[in-house]
């Protein structure tokens, strides 16, 4: 099982020498959420050791640059490298015309590989494979998404209780599917005898908003949270202004919303590397927990289950 965040690009409206436009993997499962590819995406993900193979869905937050001009090169890519499984799309439906013109930016070779699934309204859930994929509206001058990516609950096996009942080997998958056994001894063995609730893993993606419900309702107890931080507190009205969070903003909804463990990313391009553990600090003065200042390419496990 294979749960981790590849950072590929953390820089806002403009790229620096060591920041490239935005750009993150999640690999969950098999699944491969690839959140807004902003220019360079592609060659990114080679430096990142990730191929167009790995990429199940796209999910767009919005239609400002910095999300989405690695769209066509994307594109283009699955179609290139004969990408054979369907790649879900999501973005918000009010940016549609951006989307197909992403998706059409120049003449290649097209495969039907890549299915579209606009978002709208105040919230969309959507089937991705061994997760949900939820989509909730954020505050920014353009129609703007986050995305969170849940694990339905399940529950924990205890081998002790099992052993005791004597259920072994392929009786252990019967339990599991049909909640209850018959033991060698001609009992019947429930599930909840030899099982606990174990809650499903989370992870949150939270690009350019102010602070709204919809960050709140999105990073709501996450294991993993990916959110932008913009600028620092002295910026706070400019921020404000232009749809923005701070780092201590960042930080504040972590808090609040319990999550384990805080990945900031999308930086301005004002601040230079002296200025970038105030964004640590920042964020630190309400989150607790562990902090990330994202990187490219950085690998960030999504944290081991609490058991
Ligand atoms: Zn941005
Ligand atoms: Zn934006």
């Given at each position: 099982?294979?749960?981790?965040?590849?950072?590929?690009?953390?820089?806002s409206?403009?790229?620096?020498?060591?920041?490239?436009?935005?750009?993150?993997?999640?690999?969950?499962?098999?699944?491969?959420?690839?959140?807004?590819?902003?220019?360079?995406?592609?060659?990114?993900?080679?430096?990142?050791?990730?191929?167009?193979?790995?990429?199940?869905?796209?999910?767009?937050?919005?239609?400002?640059?910095?999300?989405?001009?690695?769209?066509?090169?994307?594109?283009?890519?699955?179609?290139?490298?004969?990408?054979?499984?369907?790649?879900?799309?999501?973005?918000?439906?009010?940016?549609?015309?951006?989307?197909?013109?992403?998706?059409?930016?120049?003449?290649?070779?097209?495969?039907?590989?890549?299915?579209?699934?606009?978002?709208?309204?105040?919230?969309?859930?959507?089937?991705?494979?061994?997760?949900?994929?939820?989509?909730?509206?954020?505050?920014?001058?353009?129609?703007?998404?986050?995305?969170?990516?849940?694990?339905?609950?399940?529950?924990?096996?205890?081998?002790?209780?099992?052993?005791?009942?004597?259920?072994?080997?392929?009786?252990?998958?019967?339990?599991?599917?049909?909640?209850?056994?018959?033991?060698?001894?001609?009992?019947?063995?429930?599930?909840?005898?030899?099982?606990?609730?174990?809650?499903?893993?989370?992870?949150?993606?939270?690009?350019?908003?102010?602070?709204?419900?919809?960050?709140?309702?999105?990073?709501?107890?996450?294991?993993?949270?990916?959110?932008e931080s913009t600028f620092l507190s002295a910026e706070a009205a400019l921020a404000t202004e232009y749809?923005h969070l701070t780092a201590a903003q960042a930080?504040?909804?972590?808090?609040?919303?319990?999550?384990?463990?805080?990945?900031l990313?999308h930086f301005s391009?004002r601040y230079?590397?002296?200025d970038?553990?105030r964004f640590?600090?920042e964020?630190?003065?309400?989150?607790?927990?562990?902090?990330?200042?994202?990187?490219?390419?950085?690998?960030?496990?999504?944290?081991?289950?609490?058991?």
């Open positions: 099982m294979l749960r981790e965040l590849v950072v590929l690009g953390t820089a409206a403009v790229p620096t020498r060591r920041r490239n436009h935005n750009g993150y993997l999640l690999r969950w499962d098999g699944e491969g959420f690839l959140f807004d590819p902003g220019e360079g995406t592609q060659r990114q993900m080679l430096h990142a050791g990730v191929s167009a193979h790995d990429i199940t869905w796209i999910c767009v937050t919005h239609f400002h640059g910095d999300h989405c001009l690695g769209v066509p090169g994307v594109v283009q890519r699955i179609a290139r490298d004969r990408v054979g499984h369907q790649v879900q799309a999501a973005y918000p439906a009010a940016g549609q015309t951006y989307w197909e013109r992403l998706r059409h930016a120049s003449a290649f070779a097209d495969t039907s590989v890549i299915k579209t699934r606009p978002v709208s309204g105040e919230v969309a859930h959507l089937p991705a494979g061994p997760v949900t994929l939820t989509a909730r509206p954020l505050s920014h001058p353009v129609a703007s998404y986050g995305y969170r990516v849940d694990e339905p609950a399940g529950r924990r096996m205890l081998p002790a209780e099992l052993a005791r009942r004597g259920v072994t080997g392929p009786m252990v998958g019967e339990l599991q599917r049909n909640g209850t056994v018959t033991a060698p001894d001609g009992s019947t063995v429930h599930l909840a005898d030899c099982s606990v609730p174990r809650p499903g893993q989370s992870a949150a993606f939270v690009m350019d908003t102010r602070l709204c419900d919809g960050v709140y309702a999105l990073a709501e107890g996450v294991d993993l949270l990916v959110i749809g930080g504040k909804a972590a808090a609040e919303c319990g999550v384990r463990r805080l990945v990313a391009e230079s590397a002296d970038e553990p640590l600090d964020a630190g003065e309400a989150f607790g927990g562990e902090i990330v200042l994202a990187r490219d390419l950085m690998r960030v496990p999504v944290p081991k289950r609490q058991s």
